[in-house]
């Protein structure tokens, strides 16, 4: 792997020398004078390594190393100096230098110093990593929303992760019911053991049960080896089956028995296999339907149902939609390399106004979209794809029957605000109402933000 050193000294013989070295060895090399010279090259960040020298004009090696240390805690500063100056360079090392060498440099030896640095590091780099992703969705952050549905959604998660009880995730395709099974693992007891998801949809009836129970050596044609099935990976952590609802009858009697006994054979064998695994299902399909149509079994309903967690689809919920396009701008704008402020009035009220017939997922491929076909700061109502464009009509609001008169107003009253960019006078005005009525009704209905 390529690495970034930054090299410091003050002496252009040895500072070209040491980075010609470094480069031979596959990694970047960043050459500087002094001491300020290198400050600006870590203040441009992915530095991974630090060679310096301790005596140097303008800033010397002590300071550069306090410097780099409280700007990247944990980066490795490997110290040069000369042998009038180890005492300095071992109190170096006390404030948190790697290591150091003494001039000349034993280039053989600062190289093996230099890849056990490294390693060191990239380890360190990964275990951050982890961390930061398991905080991120120990903390709700991948999942995007303030309405109540989803608040109401949290709340559950909370509660349910504390307990081992089996839970179904219902909701339309695309609602994220997956990343729902995320937080309720992430956040359980179980965080650090495994989270195996399968989704059962993919795979034929003999597949899907080889690969949630395993199957031993010669069990059919193909199977050369034992092979552990997706329950055993699961021991002790939580197993999520994605698309149960399209389960076979016979996969299902298997499922109704590990979920009752915890016990299983694989597939071919006679060995019962006793597994601790915390299961949460998932489906778009309406359950109690196929109940009745005798394409599910009644008991493994109310076996996987121990709590229901129902994500609503997004036309349901559209306060979150001004949330995603950020978290989706901001996602996709970057790698596009495009500084992208938002979308203009336009692109807003066609956004608001759709249906979503493919929730959250159908909208982050709408601004994926969108992002590469923005031509300047703002996402226009052009950039967006062809149906959207062509169901947009921005002098209605679409409106579900069955709901609230309350729900309209709130519905109007956030629609002409996203027409009018935000400018509650001119919202007023169009509405027809006080600016006071239309402040007060703003908070009533959460339309702040």
């Given amino acids: 792997m390529k690495y970034n050193i930054l090299v410091v000294d003050d002496e252009k013989n040895i500072r070209e020398g040491l980075a010609k070295l470094l480069e031979m060895e ?15 090259v870590l203040e441009r960040g992915d530095v991974d390594l630090v060679v310096t020298d301790l005596k140097m004009p303008n800033l010397p090696g002590e300071e550069l190393l306090r410097r780099a240390q409280a700007g ?7 110290i040069l100096t000369g042998h009038g100056t180890i005492e300095s360079a071992v109190q170096a090392m006390k404030e948190g230098a790697y290591d150091y060498l003494t001039k000349p440099v034993d280039m053989g030896r600062l190289t093996l110093l230099v890849a056990r640095a490294l390693s060191e590091w990239e380890v360190k780099r990964q275990y951050r990593e982890a961390l930061q992703e398991l905080q991120k969705r120990s903390q709700f952050s991948n999942i995007i929303g303030k309405s109540d549905a989803m608040r109401r959604i949290f709340e559950v998660v909370q509660l349910v992760s504390a307990s081992k009880a089996s839970v179904l995730i219902t909701g339309d395709s ?8 995320d937080a309720i693992h992430y956040n359980s007891e179980r965080k650090d053991k495994p989270l195996i998801k399968v989704h059962c949809a993919a795979l034929s009836e003999s597949l899907l049960e080889s690969e949630l129970f395993g199957h031993e050596r010669g069990s059919f044609t193909g199977a050369v080896a034992r092979k552990r099935g997706r329950f055993e990976l699961a021991h002790r952590g939580t197993i999520f089956l994605d698309e149960i609802g399209e389960v076979s009858t016979g996969v299902q009697i298997k499922l109704l028995r590990v979920l009752q006994d915890k016990i299983f054979e694989r597939v071919g064998g006679e060995e019962s296999i006793e597994v601790d695994c915390r299961v949460i299902a998932a489906t778009n399909r309406d359950l109690k339907e196929a109940i ?34 950020s978290s ?28 979503w017939p493919g929730n959250v997922r159908e909208l982050r491929n709408c601004l994926e979209s969108a992002v590469v076909m923005c031509r300047s700061s703002l996402i226009s109502l052009e950039d967006l794809p062809p149906h959207i464009r062509t169901d947009a009509d921005m002098n209605y609001v ?9 729900e309209a107003e709130r519905q109007i009253i956030r629609a002409e605000l996203l027409a009018q960019s935000g400018n509650k006078t001119r919202a007023a005005e169009v509405l027809g109402i006080g600016r006071k009525t239309l402040h007060r009704k703003i908070q009533e209905y959460g339309l702040e933000g």
């Fill in 26 to 40: 596959g990694h970047r090399s960043f050459p500087a004078a002094d001491g300020r010279e290198a400050l600006q």
């Fill in 72 to 78: 990247s805690p944990g980066l490795p500063v490997i």
């Fill in 174 to 181: 695309g609602s994220g019911k997956e990343m729902i099974a």
């Fill in 292 to 325: 009745r149509q005798g394409q599910f079994r009644e008991d493994l309903y109310y076996r996987l149902n121990v709590v229901n967690i129902h994500l609503p689809p997004l036309r349901e919920r559209k306060e979150d939609i001004p949330l995603l396009i």
């Fill in 328 to 355: 989706f701008l901001t996602e996709f704008a970057q790698p596009a390399g495009k500084r992208i402020e938002g979308l203009d009035a336009k692109a807003r009220t066609a956004l608001y106004n759709y249906s």
């Fill in 398 to 406: 679409k409106l579900s029957l069955g709901g609230s008169l309350a």
